[in-house]
């Protein structure tokens, strides 16, 4: 299990090392755990989080059962979709943290674009 962790973060530092974020389009983080997804948009150049979002704070997000992770993830690109269009952002970077791009990251991506976002 180590080891895969070792592999994802070294994914990770190298996608990082070619995208960053700007206040005009910032650069959107996804972190996965076994049972629930993170995201939070971020201004590499003044170093300041944006906003965040995840599965646990907003009602309708979250899931009942382990296996709707994927409904969960995308109900949760949904509204965060809407909070960035909210916050004047139409465009940003999306950052998959190493993640493989299926399953609950990929769901999170399609959920914004159905909100409108452009990545």
Do not use: W
């Not at 700007?22 to 948009?41: M, N």
């Not at 916050?87 to 950052?95: N, T």
């Amino acid at each position: 299990m180590k080891n895969l962790r070792k592999k994802r973060l070294k994914r990770s530092v190298r996608v990082r090392a070619k995208i960053s974020g700007t206040k005009e389009c910032p650069r959107l983080s996804v972190f996965r755990s076994s049972q629930h997804i993170y995201a939070q948009l971020i201004d590499d150049e003044n170093s300041k989080t944006l906003g965040q979002f995840n599965d646990l704070n907003k009602k309708g997000a979250k899931s009942q059962k382990k296996s709707q992770g994927v409904v969960s993830a995308q109900n949760v690109g949904k509204i965060l979709g809407a909070e960035i269009l909210k916050k004047g952002f139409s465009q940003i970077v999306f950052d998959r943290g190493g993640y493989k791009y299926h399953g609950r990251v990929k769901a999170l991506a399609e959920g914004l674009r159905e909100a409108g976002v452009k990545f």
